[in-house]
Nanobody
Framework: QVQLVESGGGLVQAGGSLRLTCAASGLTFNNFTGGWFRQAPGKEREFVAAIRWSGGGTMYTASGKGRFTIFKDNSKNTLYLQMNSLKLDDTGVYYC??????????????WGQGTQVTVSS
């Protein structure tokens, strides 16, 4: 049984930083693409970032490029999203996801329950 458990969300002021963590069980990020998505209030869920299972390939949404960094620790089977220079528009529920495909910004097979990120002015 696959489980993805996010943590690290919270309330932060604009310009601040947060690091989200996704702990996986039942799959390994050695064999799966790890992705982060977010859903803002009243909006559809959108792709944020993804990292390939090997080779270090990464993808980012235009709004996150230069501010967000996705990385993983294979020894801990954990995926991370470092978010810097946070903006009000970054507010939303952030979801961790996994898929065997690469590149992939839409169709993911496994999802976490989400963690809330709120950026205040």
């Amino acid at each position: 049984q696959v489980q993805l458990v996010e943590s690290g969300g919270g309330l932060v002021q604009a310009g601040g930083s947060l690091r989200l963590t996704c702990a996986a069980s039942g799959l390994t990020f050695n064999n799966f693409t790890g992705g982060w998505f977010r859903q803002a209030p009243g909006k559809e869920r959108e792709f944020v970032a993804a990292i390939r299972w090997s080779g270090g390939g990464t993808m980012y949404t235009a709004s996150g490029k230069g501010r967000f960094t996705i990385f993983k620790d294979n020894s801990k089977n954990t995926l991370y999203l470092q978010m810097n220079s946070l903006k009000l528009d970054d507010t939303g529920v952030y979801y961790c996801a996994a898929t065997p495909a690469w590149p992939q910004t839409e169709e993911y097979d496994f999802w976490g329950q989400g963690t809330q990120v709120t950026v205040s002015s």
